[in-house]
C-alpha cells in the first residue's frame, strides 16, 4: 500500500469518526454557551442577512438574555407552506423542546418577523409585548436593516427580562383615542340629563292618538298540520377543545414588513 493511499484511508476514516460525533440534539449554529445556567446562544442567518461583524456585535447583545433562557435568531428566505409563526415555533420545539428560549425571526418570504418565546422567558415577554416590540422595529426590516431589527428586538427582550420598560407608542395613542371617546360620551350623558324633556302623561297621548280601526273581510282559515316527533333526552352535552404546540405552550407575537 503506498503512503498516499494510506493518507486517503486515514483520511476517510478520520471524517467518519467525526461524522459520529456529532450530537443533534444542539443545534449547529450554537455560538455561544452560558456555562452557568447551560443556556445558549443560536445564530442560524440562513438568509445570509447580516455580516460577519453585525453577527459578533449581536451576539454581545443576545448574550445577557442566556440569563433566562436560550436565545435564537434565525432567518429564512425559502418558500414555504407553514406559516412564519409555526416556522418560528416548530424551530423552538425541534431544538430546545420544553425549555425557556426565544427565537427572533426574519421571514424574508413571507415578509414578517416573529417573536416566540417558550417557559421562563415567554412568562415574561407576552403576546402584548411581543407585538409592541415588533411595532416598534418593523420598519427597520422593511427598509432593509436587519441588524438595526434584530439588535432592536433584543435589547428589548434583555430589558424586560430585566424588570425593565419599553416604549409602547402604539398603545399610548389607542388609549388616548380611547380617553377622548369616552370623554365624549360622558359629556353627551351630561348634557342630555341636563336638558331632558318632560315625558307626556298617558291621558295626553290618549287624546293625541287618532282613534280608528277598520276590520274588512276577517277571517282565519286553517291550511295544514304537522307532527313531530321529539323523544325526551336521558340528558347529553358536547364541547370542544383547541390544542397548542408541544414544549409547554408558546407566546408569539409579530408584524409584516
Known amino acids: 500500500m503506498t503512503v498516499r493511499k494510506y493518507n486517503i484511508i486515514l483520511l476517510f476514516i478520520f471524517l467518519f469518526a467525526l461524522s459520529l460525533g456529532i450530537n443533534t440534539s444542539v443545534t449547529a449554529e ?12 443560536d445564530i442560524n442567518d440562513k438568509a445570509d442577512l447580516l455580516t460577519d461583524s453585525e453577527e459578533k456585535s449581536l451576539l454581545e ?4 438574555i ?11 428566505d425559502n418558500p414555504s407552506s407553514y406559516s412564519a409563526t409555526d416556522i418560528a415555533k416548530d424551530y423552538l420545539d425541534n431544538n430546545y423542546f420544553d425549555e425557556s428560549a426565544t427565537v427572533f425571526l426574519i421571514d424574508m418570504y413571507h415578509r414578517e418577523i416573529i417573536i416566540d418565546s417558550t417557559k421562563t422567558i415567554g412568562d415574561r415577554i407576552t403576546p402584548s409585548y411581543a407585538n409592541t416590540i415588533a411595532d416598534n422595529v418593523y420598519k427597520y426590516a422593511h427598509e432593509g436593516d436587519y441588524y438595526k431589527t434584530a439588535s432592536e428586538v433584543f435589547s428589548s427582550i434583555g430589558i424586560l427580562m430585566k424588570g425593565g420598560k419599553i416604549a409602547q407608542p402604539l398603545k399610548i395613542i389607542s388609549n388616548v383615542l380611547l380617553a377622548i ?4 360620551i360622558v359629556n353627551f350623558c351630561i348634557i342630555l340629563s341636563t336638558y331632558q324633556i318632560k315625558p307626556a302623561s298617558f291621558k295626553e297621548i290618549i287624546n293625541k292618538t287618532k282613534k280608528r280601526i277598520d276590520i274588512t273581510n276577517f277571517g282565519v282559515a286553517l291550511i295544514n298540520t304537522k307532527k313531530t316527533y321529539s323523544p325526551q333526552s336521558s ?4 364541547g370542544g377543545s383547541r390544542g397548542g404546540g408541544g414544549g409547554g405552550g408558546h407566546s408569539s407575537g409579530g408584524h409584516s414588513f
Not at 455560538?31 to 446562544?41: A, E, L
Not at 447583545?61 to 445577557?64: D, P, S
Open 30 to 41: 450554537e455560538v455561544y454557551r452560558n456555562n452557568n445556567t447551560g443556556y445558549v446562544v
Open 61 to 64: 447583545i443576545m448574550t445577557e
Open 66 to 76: 442566556t440569563e433566562y433562557g436560550h436565545v435564537c435568531f434565525l432567518t429564512e
Open 181 to 184: 371617546a369616552i370623554g365624549f
Open 235 to 238: 340528558g347529553s352535552s358536547s
